[in-house]
């Protein structure tokens, strides 16, 4: 599991997501071994206090040259992120940075550019119907979810999720199977032993 929701239950899918929480989310990610190589409680933002409840998270990720902050020495924690900031984290993630997917609104010259078009090539993230990716656009929590999903290559099990509602870890108040990113959320909020066949999933047992 690599999101957790609220204490009142929900988990807010529309909501924008913070530096910070993205931070957190990929720190989770990280395989045991390689987060002992890269651990860290220092940086350098003059913004993220050592005893921040994310300061592990992005001293580690900046550590492991998966985060960067800003020109100004910040790395504005409490910010919400961009699809052009996620989609760079992402490819920084799986150390791939090129693609050829190319959106209306991404000219060579854009900073992400060879991050988004990497992303897009590899179906992590998807563009609008107008052809343009929007990379300014701050991205919400549900879309963190479903684009991380497609990263890790992770789809939820549907007919385990049906028979098994009432005894999940996490299940969320402002979330049901019509909202187009539920089976994101559920995958990612529910950890899980399964085997796999291709794209299929098939779980054993869940766990906090």
């Not at 929701?5 to 913070?18: A, F, M, N, S």
């Not at 150390?95 to 854009?110: I, K, M, N, W, Y």
């Not at 107008?130 to 990263?151: H, M, Q, S």
Request: net charge negative; aromatic share 12%; proline share 4%.
């Amino acid at each position: 599991a690599y999101i957790c929701g609220y204490p009142d239950g929900t988990v807010k899918p529309e909501r924008q997501i913070t530096r910070a929480e993205v931070a957190t989310i990929f720190y989770r990610l990280l395989q045991d071994e390689a987060r002992e190589n890269v651990w860290s409680r220092t940086n350098s933002y003059s913004d993220v206090a050592s005893g921040a409840w994310y300061n592990s998270a992005v001293s580690t990720l900046t550590n492991a040259g998966i985060l960067t902050g800003y020109e100004d020495g910040t790395f504005r924690p409490d910010a919400p992120i961009t699809r052009a900031e996620f989609a760079a984290i992402c490819c920084r993630f799986e150390q791939l940075t090129d693609g050829a997917a190319a959106f209306t609104d991404v000219p060579a010259s854009h900073w992400a550019a060879k991050s988004i078009a990497y992303a897009a090539t590899r179906g992590w993230v998807t563009g609008y119907a107008d052809g343009t990716f929007k990379p300014g656009n701050n991205i919400t929590r549900a879309e963190v979810d479903a684009v991380t999903c497609r990263l890790l290559e992770r789809s939820a099990d549907i007919e385990y999720i049906r028979a098994h509602l009432k005894e999940l870890p996490r299940v969320f108040a402002d979330m049901n199977e019509q909202h187009w990113a539920y089976w994101y959320v559920m995958e990612a909020a529910n950890g899980h032993d399964y085997t796999k066949s291709g794209n299929t999933e098939t779980w054993l047992r869940t766990y906090p």
